[in-house]
């Protein structure tokens, strides 16, 4: 079963108390592609500029990603620059350009209108809902978002959750959404907007699922040290997503592992800047850390 990913393919500016990395490969389809591609082979739809390094479609590659759907347009990449306090928690965009993916409206293959997971990573809203009217009956769709489009295309986004199966967003964009400060008063509101399944993280907190069966509850990986956490939720949504589309049986169930296999995947990116670090790794690894994690959280 595989799986299809579009969002940002993306230059990353990040700044940390220790350090600073310009152009970095990012992304929020680049990081979620990369971590499930440790579960399935993803299709990723997403467009780059001609400024995008050669040496980053060579490490897509590298990671068996699908790449009928990059399109390489005439203009500039994607770009964020963000600059993160001393705990790490803490960020401020300093600066978002949208470049090629502002007016990027892809017509996809037949074969990928017919993938039957969706993985409509953090970006504009009329491009996740673009993709997903191409979609043949999916299985499963999952969307990720942020401030800056719950800020500036509210009504789009409010659009496309009655189609989705599962929303996917941050503590505080929950809050932002469902106009309740308490997260978990928040989640009943978000279910009200359309999704069944509403999955809320809490970076080094862990993640709160709800969905028909009620909450679960997901640790994160406990890690000593966070070098840069840019890209941890996207790891998550697509280390999830992956995990999915590579099961068959209960759904529910293999949400459940899907999450742990995420928070995993995610915890290995914040190790070091952007990309780095989960282009390193291999999926025995992954599985090291679920058996270490799966033992931490059971009594
Ligand atoms: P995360 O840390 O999981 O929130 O994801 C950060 C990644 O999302 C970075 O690699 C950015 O390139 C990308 N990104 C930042 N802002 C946006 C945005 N407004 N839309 C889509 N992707 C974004």
Redesign the pocket.
């Known amino acids: 079963m595989s799986l299809l990913v579009v969002?940002?393919t993306?230059l990353?500016s990040i700044k940390t108390p220790h350090a600073e990395n310009p152009r970095l490969l990012?992304?929020?389809a680049?990081?979620a592609a990369v971590a499930a591609s440790f579960f399935t082979k993803p299709h990723l739809i997403g467009a780059v500029g001609d400024d995008f390094p050669r040496k980053y479609i060579n490490l897509y590659r590298k990671h068996g990603l699908n790449l009928d759907g990059l399109q390489q347009l005439s203009g500039q990449t994607?770009h964020?620059s963000g600059e993160y306090e001393l705990n790490m928690n803490n960020r401020r965009?300093l600066d978002?350009v949208l470049g090629v993916i502002e007016d990027f409206s892809p017509t996809l293959t037949a074969a990928q209108t017919r993938l039957p997971y969706v993985l409509l990573a953090?970006?504009?809203p009329d491009l996740q809902a673009n993709v997903l009217d191409q979609m043949h009956r999916p299985r499963f769709v999952v969307a990720d978002t942020?401030d800056?489009?719950l800020n500036i295309a509210r009504a789009p986004l409010l659009k496309l959750l009655p189609r989705l199966d599962c929303l996917v967003l941050n503590d505080s964009e929950a809050s932002q959404l469902a106009e309740e400060d308490n997260v978990v008063a928040a989640i009943p509101r978000i279910h009200k907007l359309g999704p069944r399944y509403v999955i809320v993280k809490k970076g080094e907190h862990g993640s709160i699922l709800s969905g028909p069966k009620g909450l679960f509850i997901a640790p994160a990986y406990p890690l000593r040290k966070v070098v840069d956490?840019?890209?941890?939720?996207?790891s998550f949504i697509g280390g999830m997503m992956g995990y999915l589309a590579s099961q068959k049986g209960s759904l529910e169930n293999n949400l459940r592992k899907g999450i742990i296999h995420g928070s995993v995947t995610a915890s290995f990116c914040c190790e070091d800047f952007g990309l780095k670090k989960t282009t390193k790794i291999k999926k025995k690894d992954i599985t090291k850390r679920v058996r270490e994690l799966t033992k931490m959280a059971s009594w």
Do not use: K, R
């Open positions: 969002g940002t993306a990353d990012g992304g929020s680049s990081h994607f964020w965009t978002t953090n970006c504009v942020m800056l489009w956490p840019t890209g941890a939720g996207d």
